[in-house]
Each structure stands twice: as structure tokens, then as C-alpha cells.
């Protein structure tokens, strides 16, 4: 025969047991990462219905046997199994581990009171799953597990038979086994403390995020080739990876780190796994990495780039050893993706309204260019006396050329408008060359937006620094086409050609003041539509023309 000391002893060390088994069951990754979720899959609520069912039957097997009951821990199962992770678990929990109780010792005095409880118990943890706040699950337990006891000692006396002995056994269990449910809290408490231990890691995440954006923040006020490698870089220092790379939606725009060699040659996206994530929206992990054309990386993380509903690239982690992308490191991925696109849209939009701005001031500074006004007014005043009515039409450019100017806004306009400004501005150039400049004009009747003074620097551009150069007529050719998924805007010379020096300078963002007016409509165009100006030397000319994207332009 036990003592009540005894009993209440035996009854801690088998807890103590489950405690130790849990503890273990954590450092099990994936089963960690199951304890620590808010929300589970059918098959994670399955592993842990699995989980708390073996507690609860290992408890009725490893119960001390007292004049055929047992003082046993089964209930501290069933409860904590439910009010940690919901009904289906309690429940299911409770009737498995009943059943088995009851099928065990069918005959037995304490075995039809035993199935009852616990399936009420399986019952009693869901509701307080669903019902008590968080933080007061552990006390609650307990004394839903005292109560559960009660029932257990109550339901023995009324069914067991003969009742003597009914009311015998439950002088003896009955204090251990109330006192055994205190196990019910520590169980509890050990989950939310592994629970803590992901609120902990996230913070930890945070900091280290917030320190990544601190540091990037001041390269992307001009956001070049050579600033989104230097936030490569710092990336790659401060999450420990072996390489970091930066994508729009057709080229790797910066890499930095092992591997860095495989794009001297080549920017241009070659990764599936980059394409499934830019075409889908849609976070990809590959942890075990045999076919990247990179074979040196076998752990690979790709954040898609989301600037509302538009996927403008992607940032990638790249480790050399497997399985390195953990939960943590996922969401960290995502808290710097969303950081980065916030960065690079609110760059964008201030340097659309930098250059507009220097837009502006071109034009205002062309509008009081005395050369200009002076050369317009002398060819109009020439002209007045030979040819009265194309004075008049003169002065009509010339004032129409003026208030667009004044006029000068940074929203988007009907390409009417600009191209009408262009068509003033031409006729004004022409009646001083007077027939060695020809334009020719090949326009789609198309309906779309363009940023002001896109069009005319270029027409300019054309005339002064290709036809005017040559001593023989030239001709400027602009041209807007309607493609099938864009709309491309050229303009072409027969001129003497552009210096392939200043194209080389311009794609590197380091044009001279005498070409701010091609490098201004370069930059606004690469911020707008997302590629800049493609420039060809001709012979004899130049070529320069946009795509515009037909959803862009509607």
C-alpha cells in the first residue's frame, strides 16, 4: 500500500518525464517551429494529436495501481494538449486515451468513470482554447484539472461497485491525484516559454533590420548600379550570407559575394527560380539547391519586390551550405524586401521630381536664352518682309512655343500637347536654316501620357548636334509606333553622328552639362518606364528611341 507521499511524489516524477520528453521534442526543428506557430495545418495538428495521445496513454500505463484504479497523469495530457492548440487535439486526445483506459480494464471499478472524464476533459481544453486570453491559460488549466479530478472521484463513488470500495480508492487517490494537475500549468508554461522564445528572436530580427535599413538608407537617395552593390554588401555583412543580389525584372542589377565573377559578362536573369518568383509574386525557398547555375550555392532565398500589386524584382540570399534558410531568416527576407521596394519607390518619386524640376529650370532658362529669342526674332523679322503670312505663322510658333513653356507642369500630358510644342519649336528652327533641315513626322494616332519636355529636348538634340554639324541637308525623323505591348517614341538624324564617348557616360550616370538636357529625359524615362534611352550611332546619324508599355500609357 502507497502513501499519500508516495503517490504525489511518483505522480511529479511522471510529469517531470513528460516535461523532460517535451524539452527534447523541442530541439527538433521542425517541431519547434510547430510549438511556436499561432495557426497549424491539418498535419501539424496531427503530429500533435499524435504527440499528446502517446502522453496520455503513456500516463495511464505508467499509473501506480491502487485496489484496481490507477493514480496516473493522463488527464495533465489531455488538458494541456487541448488548451494549447485547440479543440481537435483535446478532444481527440481525450476520446483515444478513454477509450484505451476503458478497453485496458473493462470490468475494472474506476474504468467507465475514467472514459467519461476524459473525454470530458478533451471537451473542457477546447473550450478554454477558444474562450480564455492567453496569458491565464496555465491557472485555468490547473483548476480545470482539479475540477476534471473531482468528477473522475465523484463518478467512482456513484458507479463503482461495491461502493466501499468506490469511497476506499478515493480516500487514497484522491489528493494526489488533484495535487498531480498542478503539472498541467508547468506544461503549459514550457510552451509559451519556447513560444517566448520566437517573440524574442523576431525582436532580434527587427533590430537587425531596422539597423540593415539604417545603414542602406543613405544609398538610396540616388539609387545607381554602384549604391545597390554597396547595399549588397551590407546586406551580406550583416545576415552572415556568402552572396546578395538585387533584380528588377529582367537583370540582376547588383550581385556581391561568392559568384560575383559570373556576371561581369552577362546581367541578364538566367535563374528559373528567379523568373517562378518575379512571375508569380511568390516567396521561393530552396534549401537544397542541385541545379542553380550557380553550383557553389546550395541554399537559396528569393523576396519578390512588390510595390502594390506590380512585382518590380526581386532580392536574393544566396548560402553555400544547405538547409541555412530557417523562419526567422525567411522573415527577416521579407521584412528587408519590403523595406528595400518602400526605399526604392520613395527614391524613384523624389528623383522624378528632382529632375522634373531640372526639367523646369532648362526650360525656363531656354525660355530668357537670349541667342534663342534673339535668332527667332531675326529670322521672323527677315521673313516679314519677304513672306508676310509666314511671319504670322512664325509668330504663331513662337507663342505657342512660349506658353507651353511657362505653362510648365511635372504631371503627365497628352502626347498631342507635346508633340504640338515640338511641331512650334520645329518651325521656328527650320525658317532659320531655312531647306537644310527637313522633318519628317510618321505618328500612330495613339492615346497615351507623357512627362513634359520629353520629346522637344531630343528634337534639339537631333538638330544642334547632328544636322546643324553637317554642311549639307540633313533630315530629323520622329516617329510614334503602336507595338503590340508598347509604344515606341524615336527620333532619328541624318546628322553627323553622336560621340560614343557621351553615350558610354550617359549610361554610367555621369553626363557632362553640355548634354544635361539628353541625360535629364534619359533618367526621367528610366524612372518612369524602367528603361531609359537606347541610343544608336547610324551612318550617317544617330538614333534614339523609348518604349513606353501600353498599360503604362493608358
Not at 481527440?92 to 486515451?97: A, E, L, N, P, R
Amino acid at each position: 500500500m502507497h502513501s499519500t507521499l508516495e503517490m504525489i511524489i511518483s505522480i511529479f516524477e511522471r510529469a517531470a518525464l513528460l516535461l523532460i520528453i517535451l524539452f527534447f521534442l523541442t530541439k527538433i526543428k521542425g517541431f519547434k517551429e510547430i510549438l511556436q506557430k499561432e495557426n497549424h495545418s491539418v498535419r501539424e495538428l496531427s503530429v500533435l494529436t499524435v504527440v499528446f495521445c502517446s502522453f496520455a496513454i503513456f500516463g495511464t500505463y505508467s499509473g501506480i495501481e491502487v485496489e484496481g484504479s490507477l493514480v496516473n497523469i493522463r488527464t495533465v495530457a489531455i488538458f494541456s494538449g487541448g488548451i494549447l492548440f485547440g479543440p481537435w487535439v483535446g478532444i481527440i486526445t481525450g476520446i483515444v486515451s478513454g477509450l484505451h483506459r476503458y478497453l485496458i480494464d473493462i470490468d475494472g471499478i474506476t474504468s467507465l468513470p475514467c472514459l467519461i472524464t476524459s473525454v470530458t476533459a478533451g471537451f473542457a481544453s477546447g473550450f478554454i482554447n477558444r474562450k480564455v486570453k492567453k496569458h491565464r491559460w496555465w491557472y485555468i488549466g490547473i483548476g480545470a484539472g482539479i475540477l476534471s479530478q473531482t468528477l473522475t472521484m465523484l463518478l467512482i463513488i456513484a458507479l463503482g461497485e461495491p461502493r466501499s470500495q468506490g469511497i476506499s480508492i478515493v480516500e487514497q487517490i484522491a489528493v494526489p491525484m488533484m495535487i498531480g494537475e498542478i503539472s498541467i500549468g508547468l506544461l503549459i508554461l514550457l510552451v509559451h516559454n519556447i513560444e517566448g522564445e520566437k517573440k524574442q528572436i523576431a525582436a532580434a530580427q527587427a533590430k537587425l533590420a531596422l539597423d540593415i535599413a539604417n545603414k542602406t538608407l543613405p544609398y538610396f537617395r540616388s539609387i545607381t548600379p554602384a549604391s545597390l552593390q554597396r547595399i549588397c554588401q551590407i546586406i551580406k555583412e550583416e545576415i552572415d550570407a556568402d552572396a546578395v543580389a538585387i533584380t528588377d525584372t529582367k537583370t540582376v542589377v547588383a550581385y556581391y559575394g561568392l559568384g560575383a565573377e559570373r556576371y561581369q559578362d552577362t546581367s541578364s536573369i538566367v535563374s528559373e527560380m528567379t523568373k517562378q518568383a518575379i512571375n508569380s509574386g511568390q516567396i521561393v525557398i530552396r534549401n537544397e539547391v542541385d541545379d542553380h547555375h550557380l553550383p557553389q550555392m546550395h541554399c537559396l532565398l528569393i523576396v519578390p519586390f512588390q510595390e502594390g500589386d506590380e512585382v518590380t524584382g526581386a532580392l536574393k540570399i544566396y548560402y553555400e551550405k544547405e538547409n541555412r534558410i530557417t523562419d526567422s531568416l525567411q522573415t527577416l527576407g521579407i521584412g528587408l524586401a519590403q523595406i528595400i521596394s518602400n526605399l526604392m519607390e520613395i527614391s524613384r518619386i523624389e528623383q522624378i521630381k528632382e529632375t522634373a524640376n531640372k526639367a523646369e529650370l532648362k526650360a525656363l532658362q531656354s525660355k530668357i536664352n537670349p541667342h534663342f529669342l534673339f535668332n527667332s526674332l531675326n529670322a521672323i523679322a527677315s521673313t516679314t518682309r519677304r513672306d508676310p503670312n509666314r511671319a504670322r505663322e512664325l509668330i504663331h510658333n513662337l507663342s505657342g512655343y512660349l506658353r507651353y513653356n511657362l505653362e510648365l507642369h511635372d504631371e503627365m500630358i497628352a502626347i498631342e500637347e507635346e508633340l504640338k510644342q515640338v511641331r512650334d519649336y520645329v518651325e521656328i528652327e527650320k525658317s532659320r536654316f531655312g531647306d537644310k533641315l527637313q522633318i519628317i513626322y510618321d505618328i500612330d494616332p495613339v492615346q497615351i501620357k507623357v512627362p513634359s519636355l520629353l520629346l522637344q529636348p531630343l528634337v534639339e538634340n537631333a538638330i544642334h548636334h547632328g544636322v546643324r554639324k553637317r554642311r549639307w541637308q540633313g533630315a530629323v525623323y520622329l516617329s510614334v509606333k503602336a507595338r503590340e505591348k508598347d509604344i515606341r517614341i524615336s527620333i532619328r538624324d541624318t546628322g553627323v553622328g553622336i560621340d560614343p564617348e557621351i553615350v558610354e557616360k550617359l549610361y554610367k550616370d555621369e553626363a557632362s552639362v553640355k548634354n544635361i538636357g539628353l541625360a535629364n529625359v534619359h533618367q526621367r524615362v528610366r524612372l518612369i518606364y524602367g528603361k531609359g534611352l537606347t541610343i544608336n550611332r547610324l551612318d550617317p546619324g544617330t538614333e534614339i528611341y523609348f518604349d513606353i508599355p501600353v498599360k503604362e500609357g493608358k
